[in-house]
T-cell receptor
């Protein structure tokens, strides 16, 4: 997927462990978002950012933290993993203005919490 | 809060037939996206619709947007097996927060 890199692709955590999912982009786009995808529920927005230094909560923010210190990176932190956070996580990147409005997705991170 | 509804949720079609997937949304928007997702894969952008009356076509897929009715359609013409996938619509509200909200998806299965 064009210019959006997510790591890791797979991760297994024990309940209570912490970890950071990484998202990096090389398109210099302003908007970055994190979604989780669960069976039958589509993609639900966790957190999003409209630029460096600016973040806001989405639909399901509890249990997750984010920061946006640079335009390129938007890491998602799980402070104390719970089985309910087992999911596939996608990072999305989108630009401003009608010419850059297409949203690009990373390859996803499949997280299992046991 | 913006709500996006797709129907049907599941669709099983015979090859060669035509069908339409519907996407309704609850607040004013003039930016609507259609994506395709294959099992275990990421989302692939199909169409971006940016104005009332916008129509875009790629192969056997055609998408349209009616902002007054708050409705987008994805029409499939003469379906082939390769079109089997889950299709999502997603909407950005006009009210400034830039959140991209997804529908729950339509799982399309094309039967030979």
């Amino acid at each position: 997927n064009a210019g959006v890199t997510q790591t890791p692709k797979f991760q297994v955590l024990k309940t209570g462990q912490s970890m950071t999912l990484q998202c990096a982009q090389d398109m210099n786009h302003e908007y970055m978002s994190w979604y989780r995808q669960d069976p039958g529920m589509g993609l639900r927005l966790i957190h999003y950012s409209v630029g460096a230094g600016i973040t806001d909560q989405g639909e399901v923010p509890n249990g997750y933290n984010v920061s946006r210190s640079t335009t390129e990176d938007f890491p998602l932190r799980l402070l104390s993993a719970a089985p309910s956070q087992t999911s596939v996580y996608f990072c999305a990147v989108r630009g401003q203005g009608s010419m850059n409005t297409e949203a690009f997705f990373g390859q996803g991170t499949r997280l299992t919490v046991v | 809060e913006l709500k996006v509804e797709q129907n049907p949720l599941f669709l099983s079609m015979q090859e060669g037939k035509n069908y339409t997937i519907y996407c309704n949304y609850s607040t004013t928007s003039d930016r609507l996206y259609w994506y395709r997702q294959d099992p275990g894969k990421s989302l692939e952008s199909l169409f971006v619709l940016l104005s009332n009356g916008a129509v875009k076509q790629e192969g056997r897929l055609m998408a349209s947007l009616d902002t007054k009715a708050r409705l987008s359609t994805l029409h499939i013409t003469a379906a082939v097996h390769d079109l089997s996938a889950t299709y999502f619509c997603a909407v950005v509200s006009n009210f400034g927060n830039e959140k991209l909200t997804f529908g729950t998806g339509t799982r399309l299965t094309i039967i030979p």
